[in-house]
Protein backbone atom coordinates (compact mmCIF):
# COMPACT_ATOMS: atom_id res chain seq x y z
CA UNK A 1 0.00 0.00 0.00
CA UNK A 2 1.24 3.61 -1.05
CA UNK A 3 3.24 5.44 2.13
CA UNK A 4 1.51 8.83 2.99
CA UNK A 5 3.18 11.76 4.59
CA UNK A 6 0.80 14.46 6.14
CA UNK A 7 2.54 17.72 6.97
CA UNK A 8 0.66 18.66 9.98
CA UNK A 9 -1.50 18.14 12.93
CA UNK A 10 -4.13 20.73 12.25
CA UNK A 11 -7.97 20.09 11.49
CA UNK A 12 -6.97 19.25 8.11
CA UNK A 13 -3.86 17.51 8.69
CA UNK A 14 -6.47 15.36 10.93
CA UNK A 15 -8.84 14.92 8.09
CA UNK A 16 -6.34 14.01 5.67
CA UNK A 17 -5.12 11.50 7.46
CA UNK A 18 -7.94 9.97 9.06
CA UNK A 19 -9.40 9.61 5.23
CA UNK A 20 -6.52 8.22 4.02
CA UNK A 21 -5.75 5.55 7.11
CA UNK A 22 -9.81 4.25 6.04
CA UNK A 23 -8.64 4.24 2.40
CA UNK A 24 -6.22 1.99 3.49
CA UNK A 25 -2.73 3.89 3.33
CA UNK A 26 -0.01 3.71 5.34
CA UNK A 27 -0.43 7.48 6.76
CA UNK A 28 2.53 9.26 9.01
CA UNK A 29 1.87 12.79 10.08
CA UNK A 30 4.51 14.65 10.77
CA UNK A 31 3.99 18.16 13.68
CA UNK A 32 6.37 20.03 14.54
CA UNK A 33 4.43 21.52 17.76
CA UNK A 34 3.61 18.17 20.93
CA UNK A 35 -0.14 18.66 20.64
CA UNK A 36 -2.68 18.74 17.95
CA UNK A 37 -5.01 20.67 16.41
CA UNK A 38 -2.78 24.04 14.90
CA UNK A 39 -4.14 27.11 15.20
CA UNK A 40 -7.21 25.82 16.51
CA UNK A 41 -5.93 25.57 19.96
CA UNK A 42 -5.93 26.66 23.60
CA UNK A 43 -3.36 26.89 26.14
CA UNK A 44 -3.13 26.99 29.83
CA UNK A 45 -1.53 29.72 32.19
CA UNK A 46 -0.65 29.75 35.69
CA UNK A 47 -4.27 27.48 36.53
CA UNK A 48 -6.42 29.35 33.80
CA UNK A 49 -7.44 27.85 30.35
CA UNK A 50 -7.58 30.13 27.57
CA UNK A 51 -9.56 29.48 24.52
CA UNK A 52 -7.52 30.18 21.46
CA UNK A 53 -8.77 29.00 18.41
CA UNK A 54 -12.50 28.46 18.38
CA UNK A 55 -15.39 30.52 19.78
CA UNK A 56 -17.76 28.47 17.06
CA UNK A 57 -18.16 26.09 14.53
CA UNK A 58 -19.24 25.87 11.12
CA UNK A 59 -21.45 22.48 10.93
CA UNK A 60 -22.14 21.67 14.15
CA UNK A 61 -25.88 21.65 13.63
CA UNK A 62 -27.23 17.79 12.58
CA UNK A 63 -28.75 19.89 9.96
CA UNK A 64 -25.96 20.90 7.67
CA UNK A 65 -23.93 18.54 5.42
CA UNK A 66 -21.00 19.94 6.88
CA UNK A 67 -21.61 18.25 10.17
CA UNK A 68 -21.49 14.89 8.46
CA UNK A 69 -17.77 15.22 7.83
CA UNK A 70 -17.44 16.64 11.63
CA UNK A 71 -19.05 13.12 12.67
CA UNK A 72 -16.78 10.87 10.23
CA UNK A 73 -14.05 12.21 11.05
CA UNK A 74 -14.57 12.22 15.04
CA UNK A 75 -14.26 15.73 15.85
CA UNK A 76 -17.68 15.42 17.05
CA UNK A 77 -19.03 13.01 19.68
CA UNK A 78 -20.52 12.55 22.74
CA UNK A 79 -18.01 13.73 25.06
CA UNK A 80 -18.50 17.29 23.46
CA UNK A 81 -22.21 18.26 22.93
CA UNK A 82 -22.75 21.52 21.17
CA UNK A 83 -23.61 24.82 23.22
CA UNK A 84 -25.77 26.92 20.69
CA UNK A 85 -25.53 30.68 22.80
CA UNK A 86 -27.83 32.77 23.10
CA UNK A 87 -27.70 35.70 22.66
CA UNK A 88 -24.73 35.82 20.85
CA UNK A 89 -23.27 39.58 21.18
CA UNK A 90 -23.97 41.64 24.01
CA UNK A 91 -23.31 45.54 23.87
CA UNK A 92 -22.82 47.06 27.35
CA UNK A 93 -23.62 50.92 26.56
CA UNK A 94 -22.51 54.13 29.22
CA UNK A 95 -25.69 53.97 30.73
CA UNK A 96 -24.86 50.11 31.38
CA UNK A 97 -27.71 48.90 29.12
CA UNK A 98 -26.94 45.87 27.09
CA UNK A 99 -27.91 45.39 23.31
CA UNK A 100 -27.90 41.90 22.25
CA UNK A 101 -27.60 39.79 19.00
CA UNK A 102 -29.93 36.77 19.45
CA UNK A 103 -30.17 33.79 17.36
CA UNK A 104 -33.99 33.72 16.71
CA UNK A 105 -34.69 37.35 14.16
CA UNK A 106 -37.81 38.24 15.51
CA UNK A 107 -36.08 39.16 18.83
CA UNK A 108 -32.87 40.01 17.22
CA UNK A 109 -35.11 42.43 15.30
CA UNK A 110 -37.77 43.99 18.25
CA UNK A 111 -34.46 44.03 20.42
CA UNK A 112 -32.60 46.42 17.86
CA UNK A 113 -35.48 48.36 16.67
CA UNK A 114 -36.19 48.63 20.84
CA UNK A 115 -32.79 50.05 20.90
CA UNK A 116 -32.43 52.15 18.04
CA UNK A 117 -35.61 53.17 16.38
CA UNK A 118 -34.04 55.62 14.49
CA UNK A 119 -32.92 52.79 12.62
CA UNK A 120 -36.36 50.64 11.98
CA UNK A 121 -36.09 50.42 8.11
CA UNK A 122 -32.58 49.80 8.05
CA UNK A 123 -32.74 47.19 11.14
CA UNK A 124 -35.58 45.12 8.66
CA UNK A 125 -33.72 45.09 5.92
CA UNK A 126 -30.63 43.56 7.06
CA UNK A 127 -32.98 41.11 9.06
CA UNK A 128 -34.71 39.86 5.68
CA UNK A 129 -30.79 39.49 4.64
CA UNK A 130 -30.09 37.43 7.25
CA UNK A 131 -33.15 35.42 6.58
CA UNK A 132 -32.43 35.04 3.04
CA UNK A 133 -28.70 33.47 4.24
CA UNK A 134 -30.78 30.80 7.30
CA UNK A 135 -30.56 28.22 4.12
CA UNK A 136 -27.43 29.33 2.72
CA UNK A 137 -24.80 27.06 3.74
CA UNK A 138 -21.25 25.44 2.24
CA UNK A 139 -22.20 22.07 -0.38
CA UNK A 140 -20.52 19.23 -0.38
CA UNK A 141 -19.18 17.45 -3.65
CA UNK A 142 -16.96 14.73 -4.11
CA UNK A 143 -14.01 15.07 -6.81
CA UNK A 144 -14.85 13.79 -10.21
CA UNK A 145 -13.24 10.60 -11.43
CA UNK A 146 -12.52 9.78 -7.57
CA UNK A 147 -14.36 6.12 -6.83
CA UNK A 148 -16.25 6.42 -3.45
CA UNK A 149 -17.59 3.84 -1.28
CA UNK A 150 -20.91 5.83 -0.06
CA UNK A 151 -20.84 8.81 -3.37
CA UNK A 152 -22.21 11.81 -2.05
CA UNK A 153 -25.76 12.33 -3.22
CA UNK A 154 -26.49 16.14 -4.85
CA UNK A 155 -30.66 17.03 -3.90
CA UNK A 156 -31.77 19.90 -6.71
CA UNK A 157 -33.71 20.87 -3.90
CA UNK A 158 -30.77 22.28 -1.31
CA UNK A 159 -29.62 24.50 -3.71
CA UNK A 160 -33.19 26.13 -5.00
CA UNK A 161 -33.24 26.94 -1.28
CA UNK A 162 -29.81 28.78 -1.04
CA UNK A 163 -31.33 30.85 -4.19
CA UNK A 164 -32.75 33.89 -2.27
CA UNK A 165 -29.56 34.53 -1.10
CA UNK A 166 -27.42 33.93 -4.13
CA UNK A 167 -29.24 36.71 -5.57
CA UNK A 168 -28.07 38.90 -2.79
CA UNK A 169 -24.69 38.00 -3.17
CA UNK A 170 -23.40 40.98 -5.82
CA UNK A 171 -24.63 43.33 -3.55
CA UNK A 172 -23.33 42.43 -0.56
CA UNK A 173 -19.64 40.94 -2.26
CA UNK A 174 -19.28 44.71 -3.77
CA UNK A 175 -20.19 46.30 -0.67
CA UNK A 176 -17.53 46.86 2.32
CA UNK A 177 -18.74 45.22 6.35
CA UNK A 178 -17.50 48.96 7.52
CA UNK A 179 -19.57 50.42 4.53
CA UNK A 180 -22.61 48.67 5.77
CA UNK A 181 -22.81 49.51 9.01
CA UNK A 182 -21.97 53.00 8.43
CA UNK A 183 -25.39 53.14 7.37
CA UNK A 184 -26.62 52.31 10.57
CA UNK A 185 -27.66 56.17 12.95
CA UNK A 186 -27.34 54.53 16.51
CA UNK A 187 -23.91 54.53 17.17
CA UNK A 188 -23.82 51.30 19.59
CA UNK A 189 -25.50 49.75 17.29
CA UNK A 190 -22.64 50.55 14.83
CA UNK A 191 -20.29 49.37 17.75
CA UNK A 192 -22.39 46.35 18.22
CA UNK A 193 -22.03 44.70 14.54
CA UNK A 194 -18.99 46.16 13.79
CA UNK A 195 -17.61 43.58 16.22
CA UNK A 196 -19.10 40.65 14.51
CA UNK A 197 -16.55 39.86 12.25
CA UNK A 198 -12.49 41.44 11.00
CA UNK A 199 -13.62 44.76 9.49
CA UNK A 200 -11.79 44.00 6.29
CA UNK A 201 -14.34 41.52 4.97
CA UNK A 202 -17.01 42.84 2.85
CA UNK A 203 -20.92 42.60 3.78
CA UNK A 204 -21.28 38.93 2.34
CA UNK A 205 -19.23 37.54 5.20
CA UNK A 206 -21.28 39.84 7.01
CA UNK A 207 -24.54 38.64 6.52
CA UNK A 208 -23.88 35.31 6.18
CA UNK A 209 -22.00 34.87 9.50
CA UNK A 210 -25.30 36.03 11.18
CA UNK A 211 -27.27 33.72 8.70
CA UNK A 212 -25.61 30.41 9.97
CA UNK A 213 -26.33 31.58 13.48
CA UNK A 214 -30.28 32.05 13.19
CA UNK A 215 -29.90 28.79 10.99
CA UNK A 216 -29.30 26.88 14.26
CA UNK A 217 -25.94 26.53 13.04
CA UNK A 218 -21.92 27.77 14.47
CA UNK A 219 -22.67 26.54 18.01
CA UNK A 220 -19.56 25.50 20.59
CA UNK A 221 -18.46 22.02 21.28
CA UNK A 222 -17.87 21.22 25.02
CA UNK A 223 -14.46 21.21 25.55
CA UNK A 224 -13.44 23.71 22.89
CA UNK A 225 -10.94 23.19 20.42
CA UNK A 226 -8.47 21.08 22.13
CA UNK A 227 -10.74 18.56 23.04
CA UNK A 228 -12.19 18.57 19.12
CA UNK A 229 -8.67 18.06 17.74
CA UNK A 230 -7.89 15.39 19.99
CA UNK A 231 -11.19 13.61 19.58
CA UNK A 232 -9.79 13.54 15.75
CA UNK A 233 -6.33 12.35 16.43
CA UNK A 234 -7.98 9.55 18.69
CA UNK A 235 -9.84 8.64 15.76
CA UNK A 236 -6.65 8.57 13.59
CA UNK A 237 -5.05 6.79 15.68
CA UNK A 238 -7.42 4.11 15.86
CA UNK A 239 -7.41 3.48 12.56
CA UNK A 240 -4.06 2.53 12.40
CA UNK A 241 -2.49 6.05 11.82
CA UNK A 242 0.98 6.99 12.81
CA UNK A 243 1.66 10.68 14.53
CA UNK A 244 5.31 12.06 14.97
CA UNK A 245 5.21 15.32 17.33
CA UNK A 246 8.00 17.43 17.75
CA UNK A 247 8.93 16.71 13.94
CA UNK A 248 9.44 19.54 11.61
CA UNK A 249 8.97 19.31 7.67
CA UNK A 250 12.20 20.34 6.28
CA UNK A 251 12.02 19.68 2.56
CA UNK A 252 9.77 17.71 0.05
CA UNK A 253 12.16 15.19 -1.80
CA UNK A 254 10.58 14.92 -5.84
CA UNK A 255 12.86 12.73 -8.08
CA UNK A 256 12.62 12.76 -11.92
CA UNK A 257 9.32 14.80 -10.98
CA UNK A 258 7.76 12.38 -8.41
CA UNK A 259 7.79 12.30 -4.70
CA UNK A 260 9.73 10.13 -2.49
CA UNK A 261 10.18 11.16 0.54
CA UNK A 262 9.93 14.20 3.03
CA UNK A 263 13.20 15.56 5.02
CA UNK A 264 12.02 15.90 8.78
CA UNK A 265 14.27 16.89 11.82
CA UNK A 266 13.48 17.08 15.59
CA UNK A 267 13.27 15.50 18.66
CA UNK A 268 10.54 12.95 17.26
CA UNK A 269 11.70 11.80 14.39
CA UNK A 270 15.25 10.15 16.09
CA UNK A 271 17.35 12.64 14.11
CA UNK A 272 20.33 13.61 15.50
CA UNK A 273 20.29 17.43 16.83
CA UNK A 274 20.98 19.89 13.75
CA UNK A 275 20.04 17.10 11.34
CA UNK A 276 17.81 15.86 9.17
CA UNK A 277 15.94 12.38 8.36
CA UNK A 278 13.92 11.19 5.56
CA UNK A 279 10.89 9.36 6.01
CA UNK A 280 10.07 7.31 2.79
CA UNK A 281 6.29 8.31 1.23
CA UNK A 282 4.78 7.86 -2.41
CA UNK A 283 2.97 10.77 -1.38
CA UNK A 284 2.30 14.19 0.72
CA UNK A 285 -0.21 16.04 1.56
CA UNK A 286 0.60 19.24 2.89
CA UNK A 287 -1.41 20.76 5.63
CA UNK A 288 0.75 23.65 6.88
CA UNK A 289 -0.43 27.34 5.61
CA UNK A 290 -0.11 26.55 1.70
CA UNK A 291 1.00 30.20 0.87
CA UNK A 292 3.80 29.79 3.52
CA UNK A 293 4.75 26.11 2.43
CA UNK A 294 5.23 26.45 -1.70
CA UNK A 295 8.19 28.43 -0.81
CA UNK A 296 9.43 26.27 2.20
CA UNK A 297 9.18 23.00 1.10
CA UNK A 298 10.81 22.55 -2.14
CA UNK A 299 14.27 22.87 -3.41
CA UNK A 300 13.58 24.35 -6.72
CA UNK A 301 10.74 27.30 -6.68
CA UNK A 302 7.20 26.16 -7.51
CA UNK A 303 6.33 28.05 -10.37
CA UNK A 304 2.37 27.81 -11.47
CA UNK A 305 0.12 29.68 -12.37
CA UNK A 306 -2.71 29.20 -8.91
CA UNK A 307 0.55 29.16 -6.66
CA UNK A 308 2.20 32.95 -7.60
CA UNK A 309 -1.82 33.79 -7.71
CA UNK A 310 -1.48 32.76 -4.00
CA UNK A 311 1.70 34.70 -3.87
CA UNK A 312 0.06 37.95 -4.84
CA UNK A 313 -3.48 37.67 -3.82
CA UNK A 314 -3.50 36.46 -0.46
CA UNK A 315 -4.97 39.04 1.85
CA UNK A 316 -4.25 37.56 5.63
CA UNK A 317 -6.48 37.85 8.82
CA UNK A 318 -4.26 38.45 11.69
CA UNK A 319 -4.74 39.30 15.18
CA UNK A 320 -3.37 39.60 18.84
CA UNK A 321 -5.17 37.48 21.53
CA UNK A 322 -5.12 38.17 24.75
CA UNK A 323 -5.79 36.25 27.93
CA UNK A 324 -6.51 37.10 31.26
CA UNK A 325 -6.97 35.44 34.82
CA UNK A 326 -9.14 37.01 37.19
CA UNK A 327 -9.40 36.04 40.59
CA UNK A 328 -13.03 37.06 40.52
CA UNK A 329 -15.95 35.52 39.74
CA UNK A 330 -17.53 37.46 36.49
CA UNK A 331 -20.50 35.68 36.39
CA UNK A 332 -22.65 38.95 36.16
CA UNK A 333 -21.24 39.71 32.48
CA UNK A 334 -22.50 37.94 29.86
CA UNK A 335 -20.56 35.48 27.37
CA UNK A 336 -19.35 37.81 24.66
CA UNK A 337 -19.32 41.96 25.98
CA UNK A 338 -18.79 44.40 23.61
CA UNK A 339 -17.31 47.63 25.27
CA UNK A 340 -17.27 50.89 22.91
CA UNK A 341 -14.87 52.75 23.39
CA UNK A 342 -15.09 57.02 24.17
CA UNK A 343 -11.41 57.14 22.16
CA UNK A 344 -9.88 54.77 19.93
CA UNK A 345 -7.21 52.42 21.44
CA UNK A 346 -4.15 52.17 19.26
CA UNK A 347 -1.12 49.71 18.87
CA UNK A 348 0.83 47.90 16.94
CA UNK A 349 -0.70 50.11 14.13
CA UNK A 350 -4.47 48.58 14.56
CA UNK A 351 -6.99 51.30 15.63
CA UNK A 352 -10.06 49.46 17.40
CA UNK A 353 -12.71 51.86 18.29
CA UNK A 354 -14.80 48.82 20.97
CA UNK A 355 -13.01 45.64 22.90
CA UNK A 356 -14.53 42.26 21.97
CA UNK A 357 -14.40 40.33 25.46
CA UNK A 358 -14.95 36.41 25.95
CA UNK A 359 -16.02 35.94 29.34
CA UNK A 360 -15.63 32.12 30.10
CA UNK A 361 -16.76 32.32 34.09
CA UNK A 362 -19.58 29.78 33.17
CA UNK A 363 -17.02 27.46 32.36
CA UNK A 364 -15.67 26.38 35.46
CA UNK A 365 -12.79 24.03 34.00
CA UNK A 366 -11.45 27.01 32.67
CA UNK A 367 -10.05 28.95 35.67
CA UNK A 368 -9.75 27.92 39.27
CA UNK A 369 -12.88 28.02 41.45
CA UNK A 370 -13.93 31.56 41.84
CA UNK A 371 -12.02 33.10 39.32
CA UNK A 372 -12.75 33.74 35.89
CA UNK A 373 -10.61 33.68 32.16
CA UNK A 374 -11.13 36.68 29.85
CA UNK A 375 -10.24 36.07 26.36
CA UNK A 376 -10.09 38.84 22.98
CA UNK A 377 -8.77 38.85 19.70
CA UNK A 378 -7.55 42.34 18.26
CA UNK A 379 -7.79 41.42 14.69
CA UNK A 380 -6.01 43.78 12.19
CA UNK A 381 -2.54 43.74 10.28
CA UNK A 382 -0.20 43.68 13.22
CA UNK A 383 1.98 40.57 11.35
CA UNK A 384 5.33 43.76 10.40
CA UNK A 385 4.80 45.68 13.62
CA UNK A 386 5.81 42.38 15.78
CA UNK A 387 8.55 41.30 13.00
CA UNK A 388 9.82 44.42 12.92
CA UNK A 389 9.88 43.91 17.12
CA UNK A 390 11.43 40.43 17.19
CA UNK A 391 14.23 42.14 14.76
CA UNK A 392 15.60 44.85 17.32
CA UNK A 393 15.12 43.17 20.23
CA UNK A 394 12.51 45.03 21.53
CA UNK A 395 9.07 42.12 20.94
CA UNK A 396 8.99 41.39 24.69
CA UNK A 397 9.02 45.03 26.14
CA UNK A 398 6.37 45.76 23.63
CA UNK A 399 4.10 42.81 24.28
CA UNK A 400 4.48 43.74 28.13
CA UNK A 401 3.47 47.51 27.14
CA UNK A 402 0.66 46.16 25.32
CA UNK A 403 -0.65 44.08 27.69
CA UNK A 404 -0.60 46.57 30.67
CA UNK A 405 -2.44 49.55 27.72
CA UNK A 406 -5.30 46.67 27.10
CA UNK A 407 -5.48 45.99 30.84
CA UNK A 408 -5.91 49.79 32.01
CA UNK A 409 -8.55 49.97 28.83
CA UNK A 410 -10.26 47.29 29.86
CA UNK A 411 -10.44 48.32 33.58
CA UNK A 412 -12.43 51.02 33.16
CA UNK A 413 -15.14 48.47 32.06
CA UNK A 414 -14.27 45.18 34.14
CA UNK A 415 -12.84 46.95 37.66
CA UNK A 416 -11.57 43.84 38.69
CA UNK A 417 -9.39 43.80 35.64
CA UNK A 418 -7.56 46.23 37.27
CA UNK A 419 -7.53 44.88 41.02
CA UNK A 420 -7.84 41.25 40.70
CA UNK A 421 -5.35 40.36 37.93
CA UNK A 422 -3.42 37.09 38.07
CA UNK A 423 -1.87 36.44 34.83
CA UNK A 424 -2.26 38.12 31.73
CA UNK A 425 -1.03 36.24 28.21
CA UNK A 426 -0.30 37.86 25.05
CA UNK A 427 -0.14 36.50 21.47
CA UNK A 428 0.52 38.12 18.81
CA UNK A 429 1.01 36.80 14.65
CA UNK A 430 4.26 35.76 15.37
CA UNK A 431 3.64 33.58 18.25
CA UNK A 432 1.06 31.39 15.92
CA UNK A 433 3.64 31.74 12.84
CA UNK A 434 6.12 30.13 15.30
CA UNK A 435 3.68 27.27 16.48
CA UNK A 436 2.23 26.62 12.94
CA UNK A 437 3.98 27.82 10.26
CA UNK A 438 1.29 29.84 9.39
CA UNK A 439 2.08 32.70 6.97
CA UNK A 440 2.13 35.66 8.30
CA UNK A 441 0.27 33.71 11.57
CA UNK A 442 -2.95 34.15 9.73
CA UNK A 443 -5.79 32.08 10.60
CA UNK A 444 -7.45 33.28 7.59
CA UNK A 445 -7.93 34.94 4.49
CA UNK A 446 -9.82 38.17 3.83
CA UNK A 447 -12.05 38.75 1.34
CA UNK A 448 -12.23 41.77 0.60
CA UNK A 449 -14.99 44.71 -0.72
CA UNK A 450 -15.52 43.54 -4.73
CA UNK A 451 -12.71 40.94 -4.11
CA UNK A 452 -12.26 37.83 -6.03
CA UNK A 453 -13.28 34.57 -3.95
CA UNK A 454 -10.09 32.44 -4.89
CA UNK A 455 -10.19 28.51 -4.66
CA UNK A 456 -7.14 26.82 -5.31
CA UNK A 457 -6.46 23.33 -6.40
CA UNK A 458 -5.18 21.12 -4.35
CA UNK A 459 -2.35 19.76 -6.65
CA UNK A 460 0.44 20.34 -8.94
CA UNK A 461 0.52 19.82 -12.32
CA UNK A 462 4.53 19.96 -12.58
CA UNK A 463 4.89 16.86 -9.28
CA UNK A 464 3.01 13.90 -9.19
CA UNK A 465 2.15 12.87 -5.69
CA UNK A 466 1.98 16.32 -4.05
CA UNK A 467 -1.40 17.75 -2.37
CA UNK A 468 -2.46 20.68 -0.52
CA UNK A 469 -5.39 21.04 2.76
CA UNK A 470 -5.87 23.86 4.77
CA UNK A 471 -7.89 27.06 5.07
CA UNK A 472 -5.49 28.99 2.88
CA UNK A 473 -7.49 26.83 -0.02
CA UNK A 474 -10.75 28.28 -0.19
CA UNK A 475 -11.73 31.44 0.85
CA UNK A 476 -12.35 32.56 3.12
CA UNK A 477 -10.74 29.85 5.49
CA UNK A 478 -11.23 28.54 8.65
CA UNK A 479 -12.77 25.10 10.21
CA UNK A 480 -15.32 24.49 8.32
CA UNK A 481 -12.68 24.90 5.08
CA UNK A 482 -9.89 22.66 7.05
CA UNK A 483 -11.86 19.92 7.49
CA UNK A 484 -13.00 20.03 4.05
CA UNK A 485 -10.34 20.21 1.92
CA UNK A 486 -8.42 17.40 4.15
CA UNK A 487 -11.18 15.55 2.95
CA UNK A 488 -10.97 16.98 -0.84
CA UNK A 489 -7.17 16.19 -0.72
CA UNK A 490 -7.36 12.46 -0.02
CA UNK A 491 -10.05 11.85 -2.57
CA UNK A 492 -7.72 13.33 -5.66
CA UNK A 493 -4.95 10.90 -3.66
CA UNK A 494 -7.64 7.89 -3.94
CA UNK A 495 -8.28 9.01 -7.73
CA UNK A 496 -4.59 9.14 -8.74
CA UNK A 497 -3.41 5.61 -6.84
CA UNK A 498 -6.41 4.05 -7.91
CA UNK A 499 -8.21 3.43 -4.23
CA UNK A 500 -11.81 3.78 -3.17
CA UNK A 501 -12.47 6.42 -1.02
CA UNK A 502 -14.19 5.54 2.33
Known sequence: MPKVVVIGAGISGLSAGIYAARAGFDVTIVEQHNIPGGLSTSWSRKGYYFEGGMHWLTGSSPKMPLNKIWRQVGALKDNNPIENRDPIYNLIDENGKTLSLYRYLPQMEKALIDYAPEDKSRIKKMCREIRDFT?????????????????????????????????????????????????????????????????????????????????????????????????????????????????????IHVDDYEVRGVEVSGSGSGAAAGETCELEADAVIITQDARAAVDSLFDTMVDEPWVNTMRHKAVTEQNIFIGMGVKADLSRLPYCCIFPLKKPFEYAGCKYNELRIYNYAAYKEHAPEGCTALTCLLLGESYAFWKAAKADGTYKDKKKELGELFVKQLAEFIPEVGSALEVIDVATPCTYERYTGSYEGSWMSVWEKGGKQYNYPQSLDSMFGVYFAGQRLQMPGGLPIAVYTGRQAVQYLCRDFGETFV
Open 135 to 251: NFHMPIFDVRGCQCENPVKIHPGEFIKMLPAVLRVPYLKNTSYTEYVARFKNKNLRHLLTSVIGYRYNALAFIYTLGSFASGDCGYPAGGSVRMANNMLETYKSLGGKIMFRTKAEN
